[in-house]
């Protein structure tokens, strides 16, 4: 145990907040919810518990310490227990804000303050960084240093990162131009499609089919030009300054474009755009949606008989709550001719992604991907849907290390093959997997 830090968090919680805090009347009705305390029972790894500790903290009657920071490290800021309290308590907000007063007691370590700072906020960091990736998938160097004589060489966090990696693909979806994909036949709008950071890097396909499903239904998709990361992981590591930043540049970017709406099609940085206005004064939260609440409004085009398939959906905890979306992408699901759309047992429940959670509590994260893969293999499905790029790579993982027979796919990538035998349907924009 480290040297006890008497620090309050009175300086990052004003009066709302203290208030908020206070909402709390202990029912325990989240406890259910919460991964961290189903997995330990551990009633400091609860949210109430959490709760507790931070109220504790705020009034002087315990310190920012190593326990402390532990029980606030652990939590996956999911907010499964923002749904079921019947007080409305704010969880996510609350342990953002303490993970900024801990984020000053303790400043993060050097390469993660340059993972934050620079190379998540800049696409020619991250263009460096995934073409060394690739590098390093290709040409066998990874297979090298999986193996065991390399562990005692490579650091465990290191291992586990490279494990989960998806393979890296050669070129990332944006041009770094302002582009304008064109709506096939009748027009019936114009949207701008947010491509994110780390996703438009290693999920380039899933923008592709993104833009080809929203083209096809009619709509002209607009790409703006120096898009930069939503800040999520920045807000979730208590970095107010470069969330708010990352948050201005964004809202300067896209209210200068001409769309009636912004569709997003990774959970994790939609729940965080509709949260603008926390950080900084802004209109654009009503013009963002979620690609699967965007479609389900829509009269979508036919869908001709496919192949027969038993499809599972996996809830994001950002869309479902973050967001509140989740009839949805069930319901589009559903609409798709030859589809049967499995249950799956703990849909509701995290995978143990949350950010970058599968690096710093790598053993929790195992612990809850197991449980979801133990629910997966259940559930008899030959595809698994999903709504979030961080949820993907997770589920993808967790399929390739039980060598579980199934695909893992974003929801856009399901439609877009579907649609894809219908004439007249786009190839362009043309990303491909890897
Ligand atoms: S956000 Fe998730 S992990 Fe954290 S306390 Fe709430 S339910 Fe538990
Ligand atoms: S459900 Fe809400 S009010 Fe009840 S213990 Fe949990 S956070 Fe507190």
Redesign the pocket.
């Known amino acids: 145990m480290g040297e006890a830090v008497v620090t309050p968090l009175a300086s990052v919680f004003d009066q709302d907040e203290k208030r908020l805090l206070q909402e709390?009347?202990?029912?325990?009705?989240?406890l259910p919810t919460c991964p961290t305390y189903m997995e330990n029972g551990k009633e400091m790894d609860s949210?109430?518990g959490r709760?507790y500790l931070m109220a504790s903290v705020l009034n002087g009657n315990a310190p920012i310490d190593d326990a402390f920071r532990e029980h606030v490290n652990l939590c996956l800021v999911c907010r499964a227990?923002e749904t079921?309290?019947?007080?409305g308590?704010q969880?996510g907000h609350l342990m953002e804000i303490t993970r900024s007063a801990l984020a000053e007691t303790k400043p993060p370590s050097f390469f993660e303050k340059q993972l934050l700072r620079k190379v998540l906020t800049s696409h020619g960091w991250l263009s460096t960084l995934f073409t060394l990736t690739r590098l390093y998938q290709k040409t066998g160097l990874q297979k090298l240093f999986s193996t065991r004589p390399f562990d005692f060489v490579v650091p465990s966090k290191l291992r586990t990162l490279q494990a989960s990696l998806p393979p890296v693909p050669p070129q990332r979806f944006s041009t770094g131009d302002n582009t304008l994909y064109s709506a096939i036949g009748e027009k019936k709008g114009t949207v701008s499609l947010f491509t994110g950071c780390v996703m438009d890097h290693l999920y380039p396909h899933v923008h592709a089919a993104t833009v080809r499903l929203l083209t096809w239904n009619g709509f002209d998709v607009n790409i703006p030009a120096r898009q930069t990361c939503c800040g999520a992981l920045h807000a979730h590591s208590g970095d107010t300054q470069t969330t708010s930043d990352l948050a201005q540049s964004n809202i300067d970017l896209f209210d200068n474009t001409v769309s009636e709406y912004i569709v997003i099609n990774s959970a994790g940085c939609g729940a965080h755009l509709k949260s603008y206005s926390k950080y900084i004064e802004a209109e654009l939260s009503s013009k963002i949606v979620d690609l699967s609440e965007f479609l389900a409004r829509l009269e979508m085009k036919q869908m001709s008989n496919g192949r027969v398939l038993k499809v599972t959906y996996d809830e994001p905890c950002h869309l479902l709550h973050g967001q509140r979306v989740s009839a949805e992408p069930k319901s589009l699901l559903s609409q798709i001719p030859g589809v049967e759309l499995v249950p799956l047992r703990g849909a509701d429940h995290c995978c143990g992604s949350a950010g970058r959670y599968t690096i710093t509590e790598t053993e929790m994260s195992l612990e809850l991907l197991e449980r979801k893969m133990d629910a997966v293999v259940e559930s008899g499905a030959n595809i698994l849907v999903t709504a979030n790029p961080g949820c993907q790579i997770q589920l993808a993982w967790g399929v390739r290390r039980r060598r579980i027979e199934m695909e893992v796919l974003h929801l856009a990538q399901l439609l877009d093959r579907v649609y894809s035998s219908e004439p007249g349907y786009p190839t362009d924009p043309t990303a491909k997997e890897n």
């Open positions: 709390c009347i202990h029912c325990g009705f989240c949210p109430r709760l227990c079921a309290c019947p007080s308590v969880f």
